[in-house]
């Protein structure tokens, strides 16, 4: 039996009952048969009239669960963008409520799971791409050699050093996915340590100063006296203050500046490396920190980027708590920020 038919037989049931008790009632007061009559005819209509109102009453009732069981279904079939009217009794606007709720829950966790199925093909894809240029050179290299082709010993030195750097760009690639795919799986360790800023910069800096100098690069370095040490992992900051300013000599031309400054905002340390380099485009900037992501991708294939460091690092400033930003001007330059909170 339906809930309709289960509501109406209930209210007929009691309906009945109260006529058989005012029956009888009627009888026992002796009445003369008019006013019987009478009173059995008024008692028939009102016993009608509160049917139909019981019927009036129901049918929204009815409606707002047939909505709930409708858009239910539609679940049950793979569609999940779906909204119950919340209408009706109280009740059931709370149930409808409840259950726009529990779909919404439910879209967001499709949402996340087909985004990174997304972000899993687009993973392999671009992996793939960014391996096959340099493993193709490495083979032709080594065919050509085994070939005995090459006849100078010059020439022959030159593939060798070229398979050398293949290798290593492979190896730098392979490394970066890999350490980014246990930074979003959340199995790096996170155990930060009292580490003196200055010597972390005289670190990092050191080992870009042949690049530097190459370029006829100069570094800035400004640390405000009351950020003497700071709660960090030295190994994963290191890595994120050598990309920047490895990007920052790398689009920077010749002969220009690039400024480290670490300051104080009272809750947080902000590290900025400024270059003067060739800036990001307004509408790119939000993009630069998605992996994979580069500016101009054959600009950054000739500079030998991967699209990888950004996004490694936002991984690492986030693991301490902290955000990550740029700010830049296409053809004036950029500057990249990361906070550390103190907390
Ligand atoms: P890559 O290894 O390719 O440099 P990143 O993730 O470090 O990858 O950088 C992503 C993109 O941001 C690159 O396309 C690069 O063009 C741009 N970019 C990063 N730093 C700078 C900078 N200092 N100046 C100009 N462009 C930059």
Request: hydrophobic residues 40%.
């Amino acid at each position: 039996m339906n809930l309709k038919t289960t509501l109406l037989v209930t209210n007929a049931l009691s309906i009945l009952l109260f006529f058989i008790f005012l029956f009888i009632s009627y009888i026992r007061m002796f009445l003369s048969s008019e006013v019987l009559v009478l009173l059995t005819f008024i008692t028939l209509l009102a016993g009608a009239i509160s049917f139909v109102t019981h019927l009036l009453l129901i049918n929204p009732l009815l409606k707002a669960v047939k909505g709930v069981s409708s858009e239910a279904k539609r679940i049950a079939e793979g569609e999940f963008d779906v909204e119950v009217r919340e209408t009706g009794p109280k009740e059931i606007q709370e149930l409808a409520k409840n259950f726009n709720t529990m779909s919404s829950r439910v879209k967001e966790m499709i949402d996340d799971v087909k985004e990174s199925e997304r972000l899993k093909t687009e993973l392999i894809a671009n992996v793939s791409h960014d391996l096959r240029t340099p493993v193709a050179s490495i083979r032709s290299h080594v065919e050509a050699l085994i070939d005995q082709i090459l006849t100078d010993e010059k020439t022959r030195e030159q593939y060798l050093s070229t398979i050398k750097q293949e290798s290593v760009k492979l190896s730098e690639l392979l490394e970066e996915v890999l350490q980014l795919s246990q930074l979003e799986r959340g199995s790096v360790p996170f155990h930060p340590e009292r580490t003196k800023v200055d010597e972390l910069l005289v670190s990092v800096l050191s080992s870009f100063e042949r690049m530097a100098e190459k370029k006829g690069i100069e570094f800035v370095v400004q640390i405000d006296e009351r950020e003497d040490s700071i709660l960090i992992v030295p190994q994963q900051i290191h890595r994120v203050l050598s990309n920047l300013i490895e990007n920052a000599i790398r689009y920077s031309n010749n002969g220009r500046t690039i400024t480290i400054i670490v300051e104080d905002s009272g809750r947080a340390t902000i590290f900025r490396v400024t270059d003067e380099g060739e800036g990001i485009p307004f509408e790119e900037q939000k993009n630069i920190f998605d992996r994979f992501y580069r500016v101009e991708k054959s600009r950054n294939q000739a500079y030998g980027g991967s699209g990888l460091g950004l996004a490694i690092c936002k991984e690492f400033v986030t693991l301490h708590g902290g955000e990550i930003g740029v700010k830049s001007v296409k053809g004036w330059g950029s500057e990249f920020w990361f906070t550390i909170p103190k907390e």
